[in-house]
Every structure is written in C-alpha cells, then in structure tokens.
C-alpha cells in the first residue's frame, strides 16, 4: 500500500487496487450507524480497515469489523471521546469521515432562531470542530491523515425548506477548502456533494418505490443514488489514488437536475 511519504517513482509503480485496500488503518464515521454513512462504514471495512462509528444511539446490528462508540457531534466533549476511544482501540486515525448531518423539513419564513442554530451545528460547527481534533491526531502520525466531508447538493443549489441545511452545507465547502489549506501536506480534506440517494428513510420523502423511481428517472443517470456510491468515492478520497487532490468537491449527483425550463419549453410545444 502506498502511504503518504512515499516517492512518486514509489506511487506508480503501485497497483491500483492495492491502493484501495486499508489494512490496518483507522477509520472513524460519524453518523455510521445507518443510510450513507452506514455504506461508508461496510465500504471501509470490507477494504480491510479499522472502523469506529459515531452516533447518538448504538443501532441494532453494524457491518462486521464495524466499532461503536455513542457520541452527539454537537457536544466537543464528546468528540474528544471518539477520537479517544479511536486512539486508544486502534492507536491512530487516519481516516475521518464527517457524515453526519441532516434537517427536517421548514418553512424558510417562520423557522425558529433555535431550530436554525440546531441545524448549523449539526451539520456545520460539529464537523469542522471533529475536523480540528482528528487533524490534531492526524499531524503527529507520521503518515498524516485524510479528511473527507460529507457535502450535499443542498449548498451549491437553492434548498428550499432546508434553509439552514443548505447554508449550513455551503459553509461546510467552504470550510473544506481553508482546511484543505492549513492542514497540508500531512493532512488532505476533500468533500464529497452528494445528490439524491435511497436510503432506509427515502420512503418518507419520495412516496414508496414508485416516488423513488419516479424520482431516479429525472436524474441523468436514470437513477437515484445507492449509499455505496458515495462510499466508493470516500474510499478513493482516502486512498493514495488520491495523493495529489486535496480541496476538492467531488459531485456525486448522476448528473445533477434537469433544468427546469428545458420541460417547459417543450410544453409549450416548441422543438
């Protein structure tokens, strides 16, 4: 496996696929215990890799070779526990993705000051500050680290009734891009913006199978996202293969939406 010291003549003289194998490296995922980060976390694992996730109450089953650790992301306290327990299981992290997040919906004229701070923090002040103390871990490791955020189409579009979602994951790229900066060259930060995906919870956005492949078939690709692709662009992210991207925001979107006026102008009947 090609690790972060090595030579160029050393990196291409690697095979790819040994590239995206992490035999004993450590991996923690926030948010781990279901949906995108649940895939993120088997993704890891099946590679070979130490995997502590982070959520607020242990789940029912985990992937095989998956840890749990109970955290709240919003409280710094207890994310210096993870990093911790990561620490003390696997005595290092060299993988963190910040997975974490999410908002309900809310009407963007009335939502609270309260419920608006929740979803920053969550989804913005949580993963940044995760980022500082698994950065810190990471600097003194002589191989470094990789951080990888998980973004949404939500902060490079309009998000209507996910007002603060949406700013909150704005902010979130931004914050990808000056980490990505302060915390080289040991440390990479990257974001993946992820689109539409199927998780166990999909049913209650888009109305049943027919809501979601009725959804999928407005995407380009013809489909909505399954949670193992975004956890195969975390893997690359992480890996060697990925030794010269830092700062990035890679879209995982299947194409992204089809522009709105491109369907209204053929209702109008025009060609």
Same mark, same amino acid.
């Given at each position: ?132 103390? %698994?950065?810190?871990? *990471?600097? +003194? ?6 951080? =990888? /955020?998980?973004?949404? !189409?939500?902060? #490079? ?17 931004? %914050?990808?891009?000056? *980490?990505? +900066? ?6 990479? =930060? /990257?974001?993946?913006? !992820?689109?539409? #995906? ?31 692709? =975004? ?41």
């Amino acid at each position: 496996m090609v690790r972060f010291g090595q030579s160029a003549q050393e990196c291409q003289n690697a095979r790819p696929m040994d590239d995206l194998r992490f035999d004993g490296q450590a991996v923690i995922v926030t948010g781990g215990c279901r949906g995108i980060g649940r895939g993120i976390a088997q993704r890891f694992a099946e590679a070979g890799a130490r995997v502590l996730v982070c959520c607020r109450n242990e789940p029912d089953s985990l992937p095989g070779g998956v840890a749990f650790i109970a955290a709240d992301v919003r409280q710094p306290e207890q994310i210096d526990a993870v990093i911790e327990d990561c620490t003390r299981r696997f005595e290092r992290v060299d993988v963190l993705v910040n997975n974490a997040g999410g908002s309900p919906p809310a009407d963007s004229a009335t939502a609270s000051p309260r419920f608006t701070a929740g979803i920053i923090a969550l989804n913005l002040t949580a993963p940044i500050v995760f980022a500082q103390r %698994a950065n810190a871990a *990471m600097q +003194v490791q002589e191989q470094g680290g990789t951080i =990888v /955020n998980i973004a949404s !189409v939500s902060g #490079v579009r309009p998000s209507p009734d996910t007002l603060a979602y949406g700013a909150a994951k704005a902010g979130l790229l931004n %914050a990808t891009q000056t *980490m990505a +900066v302060e915390f080289a060259p040991k440390v990479r =930060v /990257n974001a993946v913006v !992820v689109g539409l #995906v199927v998780t166990e919870q999909a049913h209650l956005f888009y109305g049943g199978v027919e809501g979601i492949e009725a959804v999928g078939a407005t995407v380009p690709l013809g489909r909505m996202a399954d949670p193992t692709d =975004v956890a195969d662009v975390c893997l690359f992210l992480a890996s060697p293969l990925a030794r010269y991207v830092t700062g990035a925001h890679v879209l995982v979107h299947g194409g992204g939406e089809r522009p709105a006026y491109i369907d209204a102008a053929k209702g109008t009947g025009r060609d």
